[in-house]
């Protein structure tokens, strides 16, 4: 019994010990979340600006560009997977994964090649670990992704896209992340990055939206060389973009996965409590039982006397 509650007690320690451990994770996570937040609305005037430049650019003006131009049928892909560089999130970077997989699988059923390119610890050792080929990898900045990365990440991957296909060039670019929804809600999301898309405007019988009215611009020196020139930052400015979201869905995810560990924590705390109070308390009733069976066998052995 004294072996019993001595491993009850070690066991609640232990597990107090992991609780402090899970309650400090999520305030940590909590306050990043907010910040990682703030970073990615603040990014969200830029991009919706960039966007509508180049929309309006692409669309007015009849310019044969190799970001713009879309092979009928493709035959390398690449693809840049955003998971993270640490672990606790959750089913963060396994929705993110899966993801992957999906659009990997799709690839390879349409007769292409896919080039693998990954940020984030956990999906380079998942590919490690089933020893499938990594192009290249990032790693050391998953929670908080800067521009400067994103813009390095974004000359790689433009390289490989405007390279010839016989030197190793590839028709199609796409990223695979998470999407931002909620504190509780992120969404895994595989997109088409390389050649982009334009969008097409409203029809003249419907009422457009404020967000489909492009204002009108005046190119200097002449389209094409601004269209060299937004492409590239349109492109980096989409993988930021990616980041930022993957970012603040990790850290959401791993708010949300450590306050599970700590609720977790505490009910098993609670458990262990009452079965060391009870097991004490049988300890107790035995020791009294003892006494009172050896001092009835006292009066016993005296009275025969």
Do not use: C
Not at 11 to 20: D, E, G, L, M, P
Not at 128 to 150: C, K, L, M, V
């Amino acid at each position: 019994m004294a072996s019993s509650l001595r491993e009850l007690r070690q066991r609640r320690r232990s597990v107090s010990t992991t609780k402090k451990i899970t309650r400090a994770m999520e305030l940590i996570a909590a306050s990043r979340v907010v910040k990682a937040q703030q970073a990615a609305r603040a990014a969200a005037p830029y991009t919706r600006e960039l966007t509508k430049a180049v929309s309006a650019l692409a669309s007015a003006h009849d310019i044969d560009h190799p970001l713009l131009r879309d092979i009928e049928q493709p035959r390398r892909s690449a693809m840049l997977l955003i998971t993270s560089d640490r672990g606790l999130a959750g089913a963060y970077s396994t929705n993110a994964i899966k993801a992957a997989e999906q659009l990997h699988a799709k690839i390879i059923q349409e007769g292409q090649e896919n080039v693998q390119y990954i940020t984030g610890n956990k999906g380079v050792a998942y590919f490690e670990f089933r020893n499938r080929h990594i192009e290249q990898s990032w790693t050391g900045f998953s929670d908080r992704p800067t521009y400067a990365e994103a813009k390095e990440i974004a000359d790689v991957l433009l390289e490989r896209f405007l390279r010839p296909y016989e030197e190793g060039g590839v028709d199609q670019l796409h990223i695979v992340g998470t999407r931002f929804v909620s504190m509780m809600t992120q969404t895994p999301m595989a997109v088409r990055l390389l050649p982009l898309v334009v969008e097409d405007a409203p029809d003249d019988d419907e009422e457009p939206s404020p967000e489909d009215i492009h204002p009108f611009y005046d190119f200097e020196p002449d389209a094409k060389t601004v269209l060299d020139t937004l492409l590239p930052l349109f492109v980096a400015n989409r993988i930021h973009t990616a980041l930022l979201q993957s970012a603040a869905s990790e850290l959401a995810s791993r708010q949300s996965a450590m306050k599970s560990a700590t609720d977790n924590a505490q009910e098993l705390i609670e458990k262990l409590t009452r079965a060391e109070n009870q097991a004490r308390q049988a300890g107790i009733t035995q020791e009294i039982t003892e006494i009172v069976g050896g001092a009835s066998a006292l009066a016993e052995s005296a009275g025969n006397e």
